[in-house]
């Protein structure tokens, strides 16, 4: 008897750590994927020629909205699907970056993309708190899709799937 509770004890002794170790790695690496919420008339952007442009004065059957950085190597490899889908779809994309305008007008000189690349500045700087981050608006500027970290063809295909069927 006294066996069998010492080897109970010696099991629930290492194991209890184990599970309780494993239960926060589980949950504490979990992305925990908040909704955007984006009020586009808060976004100041300032396209490369220095003029003023508000998002809501765009037209479009729909807006594609990334925010990125030169520095960001996923935001780059997504910036060929942006292409790509302004030039085959009725959306409008824009690439927008918070880094300095220099910075900004040096990466447009250097790469030929058909979509507008600018700056944004916003009052509340908790808009977007990791790049690359995907926004996918209506033509009622309402947020129907988004997407925080990097995005495949596949998915933002999908997602102008879903646009085009409302």
């Known amino acids: 008897m006294k066996n069998i509770n010492f080897i109970w004890g010696v099991l629930l002794g290492f194991l209890t ?3 309780i170790v494993g239960t926060f ?3 504490y690496n979990k992305k925990i994927e908040r909704p955007i919420v984006m009020d586009i008339n808060s976004l100041e952007i300032i396209g490369t020629d220095g003029t003023s ?4 004065t765009i037209n479009e059957n729909g807006l594609l909205i990334n925010f ?3 520095w960001c190597a996923p935001c780059i490899s ?3 699907f942006f292409h790509e889908i302004e ?4 959306i409008k994309v ?3 970056s918070n880094q300095k305008m220099d910075i900004i007008r040096k990466f447009v000189k250097e790469n030929e993309y058909s979509f507008m690349i600018a700056q944004y500045r916003v009052s509340n700087d908790e808009i977007i708190n990791v790049l690359p981050t995907t926004v996918l608006l209506n033509q009622n500027q309402e947020v129907v899709w988004s997407k925080s970290g990097s995005v495949t063809k596949t998915e ?3 997602a102008i799937k879903m646009l085009n069927k409302q």
Do not use: D, Q, V, Y
């Open 94 to 96: 824009i690439a927008l």
């Open 68 to 70: 990125w950085a030169t």
């Open 25 to 27: 790695i589980l949950f």
């Open 87 to 90: 030039n085959e779809e009725k």
């Open 53 to 56: 442009l508000r998002l809501n």
């Open 156 to 158: 933002l295909n999908k």
């Open 17 to 19: 750590p184990i599970i």
């Open 78 to 80: 997504e910036m060929p």
